[in-house]
């Protein structure tokens, strides 16, 4: 089975620092995803990579950026944490487009900006 | 804008009763289209999908779906629920194979004993 591993389950930051969540999948996928998710609001995107060194905006990207500089692991970066960041990110991967992808998600993390 | 909608963020059914789910998207051209569901603590694993041919679909679970074009919905449901079940439902498009997929914003569903 495809894993998705993200770094951390829950994770409590102050206003104004810099975080880093990682996430690595170990089926060779292309596609790698972040998301976060609210209550209400469903899943977002955020940012998505189909390949390495490549990235792309997803729907709320503001305030956040991205760093894959490896197949297996995508990085979101939140430059200077705030507290309408508070939230559970959700990383994902797929196989390569034009398969009508099925999404592998990780647990998430849950993050909480102080 | 293309979307996805669900309808009541909140369902409750007697253990034993039919489950219904609510999903309908924006659409002239039908889409490719996804159940995925949630149990606390975990991440979104995938239910059913439909991409082409046969309109009722069968996922894991007991769980099935049917597309219905004219309606624009992809409703799912289980014949007899579980308390297994209780979970956070989610439906999901994709409006072709290059495109990104959209979730719709979540259906908890509850199970009474």
């Known amino acids: 089975d495809v894993k998705v591993t993200q770094s951390s389950r829950y994770l409590v930051k102050r206003t104004g620092e810099k975080v880093f969540l990682e996430c690595v999948q170990d089926m060779d996928h292309e596609n790698m995803f972040w998301y976060r998710q609210d209550p209400g609001l469903g899943l977002r995107l955020i940012y998505f990579?189909?390949?390495?060194?490549?990235?792309e905006k997803g729907d709320i990207p503001e305030g956040y950026s991205v760093s894959r500089e490896k197949k297996e692991r995508f990085s979101l970066i939140l430059e200077s944490a705030s507290t309408n960041q508070t939230s559970m990110y959700l990383c994902?991967?797929?196989?390569?487009?034009?398969?009508?992808?099925?999404?592998?998600f990780g647990s998430g993390t849950q993050l909480s900006v102080l | 804008a293309q979307s996805v909608t669900q309808l009541g963020s909140h369902v409750s059914v007697s253990e034993g009763a039919l489950v219904l789910l609510r999903c309908n998207y924006s659409?002239?051209?039908?889409?490719?289209l996804f159940w995925y569901v949630q149990y606390p603590n975990q991440g979104l694993q995938l239910l059913l999908k439909y991409t082409t041919g046969a309109t009722l679909v069968k996922g894991i679970n007991g769980f099935e779906a049917e597309f219905k074009k004219s309606e624009t919905s992809f409703h799912l449901t289980k014949p007899s629920a579980h308390m297994s079940d209780a979970a956070e439902y989610f439906c999901?498009?994709?409006?072709?194979?290059?495109?990104?997929?959209?979730f719709g914003s979540g259906t908890r569903l509850s199970i009474r004993p």
């Open positions: 990579s189909y390949d390495v060194k490549m990235k």
């Open positions: 999901a498009v994709q409006y072709s194979s290059a495109s990104k997929i959209i």
């Open positions: 659409s002239s051209v039908p889409p490719y």
């Open positions: 994902a991967s797929s196989e390569p487009r034009g398969t009508n992808e099925k999404l592998f």
